[in-house]
């Protein structure tokens, strides 16, 4: 028995199958996309928050977390491009880890808030 691309003429086949790859290729580029977006500001002041010696944490990079400074799965969903800064906390203590996403310290918040670019950002967008 030949399947229904067997039965077609061997140019409409590949014309199916370009189509096909078009589409897959088009959903890949939604959620995956090639140029990752900016972050965006989610506040303009840190957040102090208690790590626990040997705890796993996962960072918000994106900006869109409605759990900040740590991550709730938004990037995927906002098809950012964007994942979250993974890291285990080497001592308990308490941190202030970054919300406007500029920092060059990442998770760790080093004072860029402070800057003027910051704080005339609007919170929800890219720096």
Not at 63 to 76: L, T
Not at 81 to 97: D, H, I, M, N, Y
């Amino acid at each position: 028995v030949l399947g229904v691309g067997a039965m077609l003429r061997p140019a409409a086949r590949g014309a199916w199958n370009l189509n096909q790859r078009r589409d897959i290729f088009s959903w890949l580029a939604r959620w995956f996309p090639k140029t990752p977006a900016k972050p965006v500001v989610a506040l303009k002041t840190p957040i102090k928050v208690e790590l626990v010696a040997g705890k796993t944490y996962r960072w918000c990079v994106c900006g869109h977390s409605k759990k900040q400074p740590f991550c709730d799965g938004s990037h995927f969903f906002q098809h950012t491009g964007l994942s979250p800064l993974k890291f285990k906390a080497q001592e308990t203590r308490t941190v202030a880890l970054c919300t406007c996403k500029a920092t060059q310290k990442p998770p760790y918040c080093d004072g860029t808030h402070r800057s003027e670019r910051v704080q005339k950002a609007e919170v929800g967008s890219p720096l």
